[in-house]
């Protein structure tokens, strides 16, 4: 089994920033591409940031030039650094990953439980 685990959420107010770590873990062969998705009250999930494992990145326009996706490879880990943070970034943010399995040999999309970030004066 493989768990994807999240943290770092809170509240913070508008202008600060909040750093969003996901740890994989259990039978992990070696993850592809891994990413943020976030989904506020009443609207879809919507995708904010992906990385491949060779570093390519790619971000939501609304949040360019404020946040940063990186991961360790060795680690298993992706972070989110999001700065200047506006009242619009409010959301519970999901980690995701397309991981390979070494106990059943086939690729899988896991996702993680979720965190919640409040951007509120």
């Known amino acids: 089994q493989v768990q994807l685990v999240e943290s770092g959420g809170g509240l913070v107010q508008p202008g600060g920033s909040l750093r969003l770590s996901c740890a994989a873990s259990?039978?992990?062969?070696?993850?592809?591409?891994m990413g943020w998705y976030r989904q506020a009250p009443g609207k879809q999930r919507e995708l904010v940031a992906t990385?491949?494992?060779?570093?390519?990145?790619n971000y939501a326009d609304s949040v360019k030039g404020r946040f940063t996706i990186s991961r360790d490879n060795k680690k298993n880990t992706v972070n989110l650094q999001m700065n200047s943070l506006k009242p619009e970034d409010t959301a519970v943010y999901y980690c995701n990953a397309d991981i390979v399995r070494w106990d059943v040999a086939r690729q899988y999309d896991y996702w993680g439980q979720g965190t919640q970030v409040t951007v509120s004066s």
């Open positions: 990385i491949t494992s060779g570093g390519s990145t």
């Open positions: 259990g039978t992990v062969f070696s993850i592809n591409a």
